[in-house]
Every structure is written in C-alpha cells, then in structure tokens.
C-alpha cells in the first residue's frame, strides 16, 4: 500500500473511531485489522473507498455514508431535483404545508426558505386556525432550512436538541420564527410568528421520513396541541456531520441523536399518535392520512 492510501484510510477510520455515535460498540482494532487487508495494495485514495464503505458498516447506524468526490459535487451543488414546497389553505379554515428535504448550497437552501415562507403565507389565508405539517415525502437533508420554514408555525421556544455520545445536549430553539443551535443563529431572517405559534398542529409521517424529516417530526413532539398520523418514520432520527476528505470526498458521520423538547431521544423509527396506514401514491384514490388529521383539527379550539 501506497503512503498516500494508508494515511487517507487511516484519517477515515480514525475519523470513525473518534467521532462515530456508537463508537464504544465496535472493536476498532478488529476493524483497522480488516480495512487494512481489504485495501491490500491499494495505491490512491479511490482504491480505499469500498473499504471505508465496508468500515462504515460496522457503525450499525444505519445512517452514515461515504460519497466520493463526484457524489459530493452533486449534493453540494446548486443545481437540485426535489419537489416543491406546497402551500394552501383547506376547508374549514385549515392550512397545509408539504415540507420536502432539500441539499444543496447556500443557494438552494436561501431559495428553499423563501418557497417555503411564501407558501405558509399562502396556506394562512385567512388568518388559519391549525395545521396541517406534511412531512411523508420528507426524506431529509439539511434541517435547518426546514425549520427556518415551520418556525413561525412551531412558535417561540426549545423544541430540541442533538445528544452525543457522551450525554451532551445541543438545544434547538426557535426565536422570532428563525432556528437557532445553542442559542446562535443558523442564518434566517426572522419571520412572524403564524397563529400566535400556538395554533393546533397535525403532523403527516409515513416510512419515507427519513433524517432531517425525522427531526422535524421530532421538534413538534412534546408540543402542546399537537398529533401526529400515519405511518412509522424511516428510524433515522440522527444527526450527521460532514468530513472532507484530501480528495473533496466527504465522510458523512452520524454523530448526534436527535431529543424532542421533553428530553426523550430518539434512534429509531417513530411511531404516530394515531396510525393510519397512507394509500396515497399505492393505489388509492383518497388520503385517509389527511382526513384523519383534518378531522381532530375541526375538533380542536378556533376550528371546531
């Protein structure tokens, strides 16, 4: 093996050994014995590449990812497929927001936020008096730009935090409609809050919210007049960090479990309140998902 490929490697799997979630469960030694006689007589950082992959496995979190250099060019880019953020007002005085995951650069994410802000002005005509939160097609992303968006209807306050291996919290918070990660901005403007930010809220999950959509899901457990319908989430509900490596690859780690505002952490699918099994897109020409939850909205105070 080539310098230049044991030292890319070992950055990686060291990167794992030191950052990983469920870094304590694996035997490391075990692994780098592994990953070194796999790579063999690798000579460039691209013959490691299933070696890390395989490494990576070993993490059993079901999240973590490599993307070499081309894949990490075309997440990052500014050219992105995704469907759009959908805004309109339902009978009864009801709005309802579809949320999608969104990656991309800073410019994605800025046009992502201005769609999604114009479509809850959309859906708050008049003046609604609870929400529908749509988050089955939600498949995750960056999640900052996601709450930028649900903020003004999430309201004031904590409604999360990132816990590490280690124990240690890392609080989301909403302030003036915007997010913030310890209390710092994550870099959205402020945007009033919708209802008061207490409006009730019917939150929409099925097996396709996944990462970023599962912490949403998260940051409106725990809130007050607030219920969730359809289908266990994906059961990803983790935090990620990106490394990059030498050649512009990016190890993408999962570091963190995502907490709801009560405290509870979560590292695996989560469960509705009321399950509903959603034939949207299999079949059915109905949303028994939406109905359920516009049904307990026009039972809840200012809507019934």
Same mark, same amino acid.
């Given at each position: 093996?080539?310098?230049?490929? /044991?030292?890319?490697?070992?950055?990686?799997?060291?990167?794992?050994?030191?950052?990983?979630?469920?870094?304590?469960?694996v035997?490391?030694?075990?692994?780098?014995?592994?990953?070194f006689?796999?790579?063999?007589?690798a000579q460039?950082? &691209?013959? @490691?590449?299933r @070696?890390?992959?395989?490494?990576?496995n070993?993490?059993?979190?079901?999240?973590?990812?490599?993307?070499?250099?081309?894949?990490s060019?075309?997440l990052h880019?500014?050219?992105?497929?995704?469907?759009?953020v959908?805004?309109?007002?339902l009978s009864?005085?009801?709005g309802?927001?579809?949320?999608?995951?969104?990656q991309?650069?800073?410019?994605v994410?800025? *046009?992502?936020?201005?769609?999604g /802000?114009?479509?809850?002005?959309k859906?708050d005509?008049?003046?609604a008096?609870g929400?529908?939160?749509?988050l089955r097609?939600?498949r995750g992303g960056?999640?900052?730009?996601?709450?930028a968006?649900?903020?003004? !209807?999430?309201?004031d306050g904590?409604?999360g935090s990132?816990v590490?291996?280690?124990?240690?919290?890392?609080v989301?918070? !909403?302030?003036k409609g915007?997010?913030r990660?310890?209390g710092d901005?994550?870099?959205?403007g402020?945007?009033?809050?919708?209802?008061?930010?207490?409006?009730?809220?019917? %939150?929409?999950?099925?097996?396709s919210?996944?990462?970023?959509g599962?912490? %949403?899901?998260?940051?409106f /457990?725990?809130?007050?007049?607030?219920?969730s319908?359809?289908?266990?989430t994906?059961?990803?509900?983790t935090g990620?960090v &990106?490394?990059r490596?030498?050649?512009?690859?990016?190890?993408?780690?999962?570091?963190?479990?995502?907490a709801?505002?009560?405290?509870?952490?979560y590292d695996?699918? !989560?469960?509705p309140d *009321?399950?509903v099994?959603?034939?949207?897109? /299999?079949?059915?020409?109905?949303?028994? %998902?939406?109905?359920?939850?516009?049904?307990?909205?026009? &039972?809840q105070?200012?809507c019934a």
């Open positions: 093996m080539s310098d230049e490929a /044991r030292s890319y490697l070992s950055t990686a799997l060291t990167l794992m050994e030191n950052k990983a979630l469920h870094r304590d469960d035997d490391w030694d075990e692994v780098r014995r592994t990953a006689t796999e790579a063999g007589s460039r950082p &691209g013959d @490691t590449y @070696t890390i992959e395989v490494a990576l070993s993490l059993g979190d079901g999240h973590s990812a490599f993307y070499d250099p081309k894949r060019k075309e880019g500014d050219e992105q497929i995704r469907n759009p959908e805004g309109r007002a009864g005085r009801m309802y927001l579809s949320l999608p995951g969104v991309g650069s800073e410019k994410f800025q *046009q992502y936020v201005r769609e /802000r114009d479509a809850v002005a859906a005509r008049p003046n008096c929400w529908v939160i749509d097609r939600n960056n999640m900052w730009p996601m709450l968006v649900v903020g003004p !209807i999430l309201g904590d409604v990132f590490d291996a280690d124990g240690k919290k890392t989301w918070s !909403i302030e915007s997010p990660l310890d901005s994550t870099g959205w402020t945007s009033p809050p919708v209802g008061g930010g207490s409006a009730p809220v019917a %939150v929409l999950t099925s097996r919210t996944a990462s970023s599962e912490a %949403v899901t998260v940051a /457990r725990g809130r007050p007049d607030t219920r319908f359809g289908e266990d994906t059961g990803v509900p990620n &990106g490394h490596l030498s050649d512009g690859a990016i190890l993408n780690l999962t570091e963190v479990m995502d709801d505002r009560t405290g509870r952490a695996s699918a !989560i469960p *009321q399950p099994v959603d034939n949207l897109g /299999r079949g059915g020409s109905r949303d028994p %998902v939406l109905d359920a939850a516009t049904e307990w909205l026009s &039972g105070p200012g």
